[in-house]
């Protein structure tokens, strides 16, 4: 009799019901994060509220994730690929490079995905329902492509040459498999913030030739003067001479990312290499593809006369990466002069600029705004500064260096008019 009393009585409590995890409640990916430990949840959630000029950043995530790229990853990939392009040859372009993702797409992963997560009940239904929807709508520009592709031999060309650039990867990446892994791992140590992370070990020594090899490769384009990037530097237009190909940018990333673990001085270096133009990123079957559609060269020909190739703007911009930028400290110079003396202090070396002088206020009213009376040509409190001992391969008192940030982005004989070193690797 008391057992029934007291189920009688627990029918009679009133329960509270327990609310449906909600994937936007789950936490998204720490940015200091291995890229390669996100899950499926912090792919999906990393896609939130971007818009389709961020298409070239999400193909470099998805490139860079690889095999680890889950359902979730690639619906958000697809989501952001395929967004109702104004004209039809828009989407020709996103749809050659997405559509292998559209038809790879596992409904039953993405659904074991969400149950691992703890999505359960309505809120799993709602995400797979945002799934479908998306996956509609990413068909709404694809299928008529597909079929128009059968009777038209431009819109042929632009499909297959989707599908050469996976073939041409995986080729790549197979022959070159410890130089993909080290880019990979080392993208990855910067993410850290930390220059000791373990996989910086050993890494000049790997990277400096591959990046001296394509660099002096290009020599005879560089020119000796060029107008510096008010932003980047000459860094940016160091890199621009080098042809682009996937060798390249490897090499590029790599040995700036290493750099960067010697000293914080290179972040400038590493963030102007790892985000550079799309049509200069090559780091996986969807970055080459997209590589190779905006390259100036490839001109289809279509049967129908109505039909053009129109290259997306949007689709210039650089990828969304994690890049640390440069950092200007208080003993790091920022500017070109000549340089009068150097004296080694381990692993930097102070240097003096010979003559540097710069023009100042010498005396100020005695108000609340400090307004200048008189002004005059001083010694510059910059001309005395410090640089990584193993960024200044051939400086040398009565040579000239370009410093941002601290990083010497070219060192060069002034008399001569010769480039001594560019972006550390010596030249002449």
Same mark, same amino acid.
Not at 135 to 158: F, M, N, S, Y
Not at 190 to 203: I, L, S
Not at 210 to 230: H, S
Not at 356 to 367: L, M, P, V
């Given at each position: 009799?008391?057992?029934?009393?007291?189920?009688?009585?627990?029918?009679?409590?009133?329960?509270?019901?327990?609310?449906?995890?909600?994937?936007?409640?789950?936490?998204?990916?720490?940015?200091?994060?291995?890229?390669?430990?996100?899950?499926?949840?912090?792919?999906?959630?990393?896609?939130?509220?971007?818009?389709?000029?961020?298409?070239?950043?999400?193909?470099?995530?998805?490139?860079?994730?690889?095999?680890?790229?889950?359902?979730?990853?690639?619906?958000?990939?697809?989501?952001?690929?395929?967004?109702?392009?104004?004209?039809?040859?828009?989407?020709?372009?996103?749809?050659?490079?997405?559509?292998?993702?559209?038809?790879?797409?596992?409904?039953?992963?993405?659904?074991?995905?969400?149950? /691992?997560?703890?999505?359960?009940? %309505?809120?799993?239904? @709602?995400?797979? $329902?945002?799934?479908?929807?998306?996956? !509609?709508? *990413?068909?709404?520009?694809?299928?008529?492509?597909?079929?128009?592709?059968?009777?038209?031999?431009?819109?042929?060309?632009?499909?297959?040459?989707?599908?050469?650039?996976?073939?041409?990867?995986?080729?790549?990446?197979?022959?070159?498999?410890?130089?993909?892994?080290?880019?990979?791992?080392?993208?990855?140590?910067?993410?850290?913030?930390?220059?000791?992370?373990?996989?910086?070990?050993?890494?000049?020594?790997?990277?400096?030739?591959?990046?001296?090899?394509?660099?002096?490769?290009?020599?005879?384009?560089?020119?000796?003067?060029?107008?510096?990037?008010?932003?980047?530097?000459?860094?940016?237009?160091?890199?621009?001479?080098?042809?682009?190909?996937?060798?390249?940018?490897? /090499?590029?990333?790599?040995?700036? %990312?290493?750099?960067? @673990?010697?000293? $914080?001085?290179?972040?400038?270096?590493? !963030?102007? *290499?790892?985000?550079?133009?799309?049509?200069?990123?090559?780091?996986?079957?969807?970055?080459?593809?997209?590589?190779?559609?905006?390259?100036?060269?490839?001109?289809?020909?279509?049967?129908?006369?109505?039909?053009?190739?129109?290259?997306?703007?949007?689709?210039?911009?650089?990828?969304?990466?994690?890049?640390?930028?440069?950092?200007?400290?208080?003993?790091?110079?920022?500017?070109?002069?000549?340089?009068?003396?150097?004296?080694?202090?381990?692993?930097?070396?102070?240097?003096?600029?010979?003559?540097?002088?710069?023009?100042?206020?010498?005396?100020?009213?005695?108000?609340?705004?400090?307004?200048?009376?008189?002004?005059?040509?001083?010694?510059?409190?910059?001309?005395?500064?410090?640089?990584?001992?193993?960024?200044?391969?051939?400086?040398?008192?009565?040579?000239?260096?370009?410093?941002?940030?601290?990083?010497?982005?070219?060192?060069?004989?002034?008399?001569?008019?010769?480039?001594?070193?560019?972006?550390?690797?010596?030249?002449?």
């Amino acid at each position: 009799m008391k057992l029934r009393t007291l189920a009688f009585l627990s029918l009679l409590i009133p329960t509270t019901a327990i609310a449906d995890k909600k994937i936007e409640d789950l936490p998204k990916a720490d940015p200091k994060a291995p890229l390669s430990s996100w899950t499926p949840v912090q792919q999906w959630r990393e896609g939130e509220g971007t818009s389709s000029s961020d298409s070239p950043g999400f193909f470099l995530m998805a490139d860079e994730l690889g095999p680890k790229l889950s359902e979730l990853g690639r619906v958000r990939l697809i989501q952001n690929c395929l967004r109702h392009p104004e004209k039809f040859e828009e989407g020709m372009l996103w749809w050659a490079i997405c559509r292998q993702d559209v038809n790879a797409l596992d409904l039953k992963k993405l659904e074991a995905e969400l149950s /691992a997560a703890g999505i359960a009940g %309505a809120e799993h239904k @709602s995400v797979v $329902d945002e799934v479908n929807e998306i996956v !509609r709508r *990413a068909r709404l520009t694809g299928d008529p492509i597909d079929a128009l592709a059968k009777t038209e031999p431009g819109v042929q060309q632009i499909l297959k040459l989707g599908e050469d650039a996976r073939t041409e990867w995986a080729a790549f990446a197979t022959k070159n498999k410890a130089v993909v892994d080290r880019y990979l791992a080392l993208k990855d140590a910067v993410r850290t913030a930390r220059g000791d992370a373990k996989d910086f070990a050993g890494c000049y020594e790997a990277t400096q030739p591959a990046f001296a090899k394509v660099l002096k490769a290009a020599l005879p384009k560089i020119p000796y003067d060029f107008t510096a990037d008010a932003m980047d530097g000459y860094t940016a237009g160091y890199l621009f001479f080098i042809p682009a190909a996937k060798e390249t940018y490897l /090499a590029e990333v790599s040995y700036a %990312a290493c750099l960067w @673990s010697i000293h $914080d001085s290179a972040g400038l270096f590493y !963030r102007v *290499a790892a985000s550079q133009a799309a049509d200069r990123v090559m780091a996986g079957p969807r970055t080459v593809a997209l590589a190779k559609l905006l390259d100036e060269t490839f001109k289809p020909k279509f049967a129908d006369r109505s039909l053009s190739w129109n290259r997306r703007d949007s689709a210039h911009a650089g990828p969304k990466v994690s890049a640390p930028g440069g950092h200007y400290d208080k003993d790091l110079v920022n500017g070109e002069a000549v340089i009068e003396k150097l004296i080694p202090a381990g692993e930097l070396t102070k240097f003096k600029f010979k003559g540097a002088t710069i023009e100042r206020c010498i005396q100020y009213a005695q108000d609340a705004a400090k307004t200048c009376l008189k002004r005059g040509v001083l010694p510059d409190d910059l001309a005395e500064g410090m640089a990584p001992t193993k960024f200044l391969a051939g400086v040398k008192p009565g040579l000239s260096v370009a410093l941002k940030f601290g990083f010497p982005e070219a060192v060069w004989n002034a008399k001569t008019k010769k480039l001594i070193s560019i972006l550390t690797i010596p030249v002449n």
